[in-house]
C-alpha cells in the first residue's frame, strides 16, 4: 500500500503510519488475577522486536492495539483492511481511528468517513487542505 500519508491511532502508543501495517489481527486476552479476558484488535507493524535471556534470543512482530472490548469484534479486521484499500485508491490523507460501538459516539465533521460494521468502527479524518496558493505559511511546513 502506499498509504504514506494516512495514520492510524492506537489506543496508548499514538500514531502509526498506515503504510507500516502488514497485518490486522483480533484475539482473545487470558483472564489473569480475577479481571475478565478482553478482545484487542491489533495492527501488525512490518518492525520486529526481540528481547533475550539466558535460554536465547526470541524475535517477533510488532503489534500495536487500536481497541479492546468484552466482545468478539467480529469483522473488524476486514472492514479495517477495506477501508485502508478504499483510502489507498484515492490517495487520501488523514487519521483514522477506533472506536467501540458501544463507546459514545462522536459527530462526523465534513469529510469525515465512518466505517465498520457491528462491535468496532473506524473513522477517517481528513486532513485540512491549505486554500490553494498559501503552501507556504509556517503552519503548513
Known sequence: MGLTNVWVQTQGDGL?????????????????????????????????????????????????????TSDDPGDAPAALARLLAQLDAVSAAGVVATHRADAPDREPGDGDLVAGAGRVRFRFVPFADPTPGHHTGAEYL
Open 16 to 68: 502509526v503510519r498506515a503504510d507500516q501495517v502488514v497485518g490486522i489481527d483480533a484475539h482473545r486476552t487470558p483472564a489473569l488475577g480475577g479481571k475478565p479476558s478482553r478482545w484487542l484488535l491489533d495492527v501488525v507493524l512490518s518492525a520486529s522486536i526481540g528481547s533475550g535471556s539466558r535460554e536465547g534470543w526470541t524475535a517477533t512482530v510488532l503489534h500495536r492495539t487500536l481497541v479492546q
